[in-house]
C-alpha cells in the first residue's frame, strides 16, 4: 500500500533568546490510509512540531515530506495553504468553536470556505454530526453543550468536507476519562470506516488501545513504532513491515 504521507530525513530547530531547541531530528516515517496513528511521548519531545510539519503547518529545516502525492516543502504558501484546505481536516485541544453558532452552524463553515452551496451545506453538516451522535443536539451553542460534545462537533467540523486526512494534537486532553475514549474511539472509526488517514497526538499511554499504529517519541526522535494489536517492534523500519 502506498503511504498517504512520507517524510524522509526530517529536521527542525527552534532558537529564541539564543538558545536552540532541535524539535525534530532525522525522522523518517511513512503514514498510512484507514488507520489510527497515535503519536505518543513526553511534553516537548516534538509531538507537535512532527504533526505541523507532516501537515505542512511548519516547513522542516531539513527533508522530504510527500502527502497525496505533494512535495509540502517545495510547495509555496499558497499551495499549502489550498492542500489543507481541500484535503485535511484538524481537531485541537480547545476545540476552537465560535460561541455565537450553533453546532450545525459550526459545522457548515468549512463548507462555505469550499464554496458548497447552501442547501447541501445544511444536509452535508446534519450527516457529520451524526456520525459524532450529536444530531439531537445539533441547535445548541458552545455554551450548552459539555467538553466531550464540544470536542465532537469540532470533529464533525473536521470530518464534514470528507477529507483524505484527519489530524488531531491532543484531543482529548481537556476531557474525563470516558469522554476521552469516546473521542479516540470516534476517531478511529472516522479511520476504519472512510478510509481516512488520522493521525492523533498525545500524551496519555491510555489512549495506546484505541490505536493501530503507534509511534512513541522522545528528544526529536521516533523510539518505537508498533501495532498495539500485533506486538512491538523497533523503530526504524517503516510500516511496510506489518502491510
Ligand atoms: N514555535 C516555537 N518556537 C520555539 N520553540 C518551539 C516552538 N515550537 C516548539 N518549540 C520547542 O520544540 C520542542 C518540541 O515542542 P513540541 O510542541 O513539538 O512538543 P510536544 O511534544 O508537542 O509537547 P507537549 O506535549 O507539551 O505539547 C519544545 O522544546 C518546544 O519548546
Ligand atoms: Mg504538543
Known amino acids: 500500500m502506498q503511504p498517504t504521507i512520507s517524510a524522509t530525513g526530517i529536521s527542525k530547530a527552534f532558537t529564541v533568546k539564543q538558545i536552540r531547541t532541535i524539535a525534530l531530528q532525522d525522522v523518517s516515517i511513512d503514514i498510512f490510509q484507514g488507520e489510527l496513528t497515535l503519536i505518543i511521548g513526553p511534553s516537548g519531545c516534538g509531538k507537535s512540531t512532527l504533526l505541523a510539519t507532516l501537515s505542512g503547518l511548519t516547513i522542516p529545516d531539513t527533508g522530504a515530506i510527500r502527502t497525496l502525492g ?96 484527519l489530524f488531531a494534537d491532543e484531543p482529548t486532553s481537556a476531557l474525563d476519562s470516558v469522554n476521552g475514549q469516546i473521542v479516540i474511539e470516534i476517531l478511529h472509526t472516522i479511520a476504519r470506516r472512510t478510509q481516512a488517514t488520522v493521525l492523533c497526538v498525545s500524551h496519555d499511554p491510555r489512549l495506546i488501545a484505541h490505536a493501530d499504529r503507534v509511534l512513541q517519541m522522545e528528544d526529536g526522535r521516533i523510539l518505537r513504532d508498533w501495532r498495539p494489536a500485533a506486538g512491538t517492534k523497533a523503530a526504524g523500519n517503516t510500516s511496510h513491515d506489518y502491510v
Open 70 to 165: 505533494t512535495d509540502l516543502v517545495a510547495a509555496s504558501d499558497a499551495e499549502r495553504d489550498s492542500f489543507r484546505l481541500h484535503h485535511c481536516g484538524f481537531v485541537f485541544q480547545g476545540f476552537n468553536l465560535f460561541p455565537a453558532l450553533t453546532a450545525v452552524e459550526q459545522v457548515q463553515v468549512p463548507l462555505d470556505y469550499l464554496g458548497v452551496a447552501a442547501d447541501e451545506t445544511a444536509e452535508r453538516a446534519e450527516r457529520a454530526l451524526e456520525q459524532v451522535g450529536l444530531a439531537a443536539r445539533r441547535h445548541l451553542h458552545p455554551a450548552e453543550l459539555s467538553g466531550g460534545e464540544k470536542q465532537r462537533v469540532a470533529i464533525a467540523r473536521a470530518i464534514v468536507k470528507n477529507p483524505a486526512i
